[in-house]
Each structure stands twice: as C-alpha cells, then as structure tokens.
C-alpha cells in the first residue's frame, strides 16, 4: 500500500493510518521472497505468501479476505483469491499456511537434485525466519522458463509438449511429499518440523 504524501497538515495522520493497516495487513498475510543459492550466486527463488489462515477464517468476512488477497501482481492474486475459494474457505488449513507463487531453477542447474534439497530444507528455513509455525505448503504445479531475461509462466494447453512438462513438474512435487487437493488444480505438503 503506497502513501500519498500531500502538504495538508493531515500527512502524518494519514501516513500513520497506512501504516497501522500495513500492520494490520501483516496479521494475514505477508509475501517472501527467498533466494536460492550456491557458491556461484543466485541460481533461483521461491515467491511466495504467508498466510495465517485461522485469523483469516476467523475474523473476516468473505468480502473482507478478498480485499486482505490483494496483491500488485495481478496474476498471482487471481491465483491466491482462486486458492481461497476453492480450497482454504473450505477450511482445509487450520493454521499458518505457505502459498508458493513461483518456485524457479536456472535451467542449467534443473535436474541435479536441487529441488528435492530445496523442499528438505524449506519447513526449517521458513520455521527459522518466520515468527510463526507452518503447518502447510501449497502451491500450484506450473511450468516457468525465463523469456527473454523475465521469468514467465509458459503453460499452453495446446502444446504437447507442455502438457508433458506440466505432468513431469507435478509428479516431480508429488514425490516429495504434495498430494492434490481434492479436484482442483492445487496441491499441499504438510509439514513437521
């Protein structure tokens, strides 16, 4: 939420307001960002959002949540606000939930095991550096390749050839440990520490 800063006497009062819904806002939900590297640099990320679902489904109202899962990128909202409705509304996480946005690799660095160390290491990670326990990971299986130096979504469901990606990218997550949920195209892993 940006600031407005005006040259009113009221400046500082609002600026305190935003603030105060800053914070508020944090209650719910705070997005991270999470660098992976090795001794070369970054060699990838993991985008995602931190969700405290028991205060969501507790002290909001559906309406309420939809204007808490406002994000400035507006493809991962419409997935956050669809993961709402279609699977935490349904109240199938009682506590602190992890949404993965975008998980992505260098290509060069895929298939040497980095992503089965990355879903090893990410509950204690995430235990560590958030005040808050997890008890889930969710996320939504979806092929990303850097175009023209941007990371981007690239699934075409007409293309056979990423169909046959997006199924070797889910059962990649499903053998380490994500089960769909329900039909949706969602999945989860829960976690103990």
Do not use: W
């Not at 990303?144 to 979504?153: A, N, T």
């Amino acid at each position: 939420m940006e600031t407005d800063s005006s040259d009113s006497d009221d400046s500082d009062s609002d600026r305190n307001k935003n603030i105060r819904s800053d914070a508020k806002l944090l209650d719910y939900r705070k997005e991270i960002l999470i660098n992976i590297t090795d001794e070369r640099g970054r060699i990838g990320y993991i985008k995602g959002v931190l969700l405290n679902t028991e205060h969501i489904l507790k002290e909001l109202k559906s309406e309420e949540v939809l204007k808490v899962l406002e994000f400035n990128d507006k493809e991962d909202e419409e997935e956050i606000k669809s993961f709402y409705i279609q699977v935490l509304s349904k109240g199938n996480c009682k506590d602190n939930g992890f949404y993965i946005t975008e998980l992505f690799i260098e290509k060069e660095y895929r298939g040497n095991g980095i992503g089965r160390k990355i879903f090893d290491e990410l509950p204690k990670f995430l235990y560590d550096q958030v005040d808050r326990d997890i008890s889930c990971i969710y996320l939504m299986p979806g092929p990303l390749e850097k175009v023209d130096g941007e990371v981007k979504y690239i699934m075409n469901s007409k293309d056979e050839q990423m169909v046959a990606l997006k199924q070797r990218l889910i059962k990649f997550y499903e053998s380490v440990g994500f089960k769909r949920i329900g039909n949706t195209d969602f999945y989860n892993k829960n976690q103990v520490i």
